[in-house]
């Protein structure tokens, strides 16, 4: 449907826009020649135009740059910001532990840990809490304690799956259908095929094939895909996977990390899931670096019998900020006063009103693209209908449409997740925003099916 020339001729003009729009960014993209790949982290050169805009400030659910320009901002951290940025009760606790009472990080407990780990035993149904900064870390150590409870070597990933940077979860099922690492997997420690084990999301029967070889100590997976877009659960397969890893002695995590869009206590809470552990990262932080696993009954009972596991000094779990007085008090605060039980019902309401609006502009055009929701979450993807699996909504990527769009919409004031077309609501977000991403992203799919050459 889409015509390529036009599609690069568009992204040709669109790039030259955002480069005469954004010199500061540019001068600054340019002299910082000391910075490996010129960013503070390699992640941050994925974008259209050839450098990133600068952050200046940010509120709310708007970003400001360095040139000036004020964003909606849809892409809100990728997740690390879904309360919105610098909600005003974070602030205050974080100026509380770091100005007036004083004790960052000082490997001491605070009476908000335990604050924090009853509030995610509520939510999530979990009674047992530990910390750690990102999601990455908390992914790993529960896949370590797994490990050990059950003496059994390897992890079970979906294809197409996210998971932070944990070596084991970079598998895919490559086009013959065979495991295989994924393409980025830089400097694996070991093939990724002796530690690791890999199904398609939605698919029963290619779980059970691979959980019936018993060397499975886990399946760490998110209640539904988010990181290829959002791929939702078909009817019975999340049943279907406690069944079978009850049924073939596997333990379960739910990684909530971006799934917590779902609601208070994300998609564990909104479907009344019975995983083994959850794990979490990003958003609970409000901000500031917070990670989290919860344990069930069971694994805190097996893991106590084993008087070898040295999880005190050096047990290869944990780590020397995990837990900090600063980290729990900002968690604390977003949880307690941020993002509630009202301000995810707000943030579903807008998501509801994005993705109608982005499903009358694919009507109109008649495109064969879908959109998907998971409360505050949406995402639009290049298939129609929505993708079922990881590999066939990796299939539906379209890298140049996707850097049009992108570029597109920040030219006009709108920020979306640089990796995908993910927009995610804030309790901060206003339906004016929503609005003005509609009419924008209507503009965007006119113009590249039109035949005029003028910029509308
Ligand atoms: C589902 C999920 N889990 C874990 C992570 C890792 O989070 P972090 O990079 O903050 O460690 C991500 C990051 O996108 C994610 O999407």
């Given at each position: 449907m889409i015509n390529r020339d036009r599609l690069a001729e568009l992204s040709q003009r669109e790039k030259l826009v955002f480069t005469e729009r954004n010199p500061r960014s540019k001068a600054a993209y340019e002299q910082?020649?000391?910075?490996?790949?010129?960013?503070?982290?390699?992640?941050?050169?994925?974008?259209?135009?050839g450098f990133p805009v600068y952050l200046a400030s940010a509120h709310g659910a708007t970003v400001t740059d360095l040139d000036g320009h004020s964003y909606v901002d849809f892409s809100l951290g990728d997740t690390a910001a879904m309360a919105g940025h610098s909600p005003k009760p974070v602030v205050e606790a974080v100026q509380h532990r770091?100005?007036?009472?004083?004790?960052?990080?000082?490997m001491l407990p605070t009476e908000d840990a335990a604050w924090v780990g009853a509030e995610l035993a509520r939510r999530f149904n979990m009674p047992y809490w530990s910390f750690a900064l990102t999601a990455t870390d908390a992914n790993r150590w529960a896949i370590r304690l797994l490990r050990a409870v059950t003496g059994r070597p390897k992890i079970l990933f979906n294809s197409y799956?996210?998971?932070?940077?944990?070596?084991?979860?970079?598998i895919v099922l490559d086009g013959d259908g065979r495991p295989a690492s994924r393409e980025?997997?830089?400097?694996?420690?070991?093939?990724v095929t002796t530690t690791s084990r890999v199904a398609e999301y939605n698919d029963l029967e290619g779980l059970e094939r691979e959980l019936a070889?018993?060397?499975?100590?886990a399946v760490l997976m998110?209640?539904?895909?988010?990181?290829?877009?959002i791929v939702l659960p078909e009817p019975g397969y999340l049943e279907g996977v406690r069944e079978l890893t009850r049924r073939y002695g596997t333990y379960l995590i739910n990684d909530?990390?971006?799934?917590?869009?779902?609601g208070p206590g994300g998609a564990t809470g909104r479907w009344n899931l019975q995983p083994d552990v959850v794990t979490i990262g990003k958003a609970i932080g409000g901000g500031i670096p917070s990670g989290a696993y919860g344990l069930s009954e069971e694994i805190t009972e097996k893991i106590a019998e084993?008087?070898?596991?040295?999880?005190?000094?050096?047990?290869g779990v944990g780590g020397t900020?995990?837990?900090s007085a600063l980290s729990v008090a900002a968690t604390r605060a977003t949880l307690e006063h941020v993002l509630t039980d009202q301000a995810f019902q707000h943030m579903e309401d807008m998501a509801g009103r994005f993705a109608a609006g982005v499903d009358r502009t694919i009507k109109e055009h008649q495109l064969p693209w879908s959109v998907s929701q998971l409360g505050a979450r949406v995402e639009y993807r290049f298939a129609d209908p929505a993708p079922r699996t990881g590999t066939e909504s990796a299939r539906s990527a379209d890298p140049d449409l996707e850097d049009f769009l992108h570029v597109y919409l920040a030219n006009r004031g709108i920020l979306l997740t640089?990796?995908?077309?993910m927009a995610l609501m804030s309790p901060s977000t206003t339906a004016e925003q929503v609005a003005h991403h509609d009419a924008i992203f209507e503009r965007a799919v006119r113009e590249l099916l039109s035949a005029r050459r003028d910029p509308s």
């Open positions: 910082a020649g000391h910075l490996f790949g010129r960013v503070p982290m390699t992640w941050m050169n994925k974008t259209a135009a770091l100005q007036t009472l004083g004790g960052a990080s000082t799956c996210y998971h932070g940077s944990v070596d084991e979860s970079l980025g997997n830089v400097g694996a420690p070991t093939d070889n018993g060397d499975v100590a998110e209640p539904a895909l988010t990181n290829i877009g909530e990390t971006h799934t917590f869009s779902a084993r008087k070898d596991l040295d999880l005190i000094d050096m047990g900020l995990a837990g640089p990796f995908h077309n």
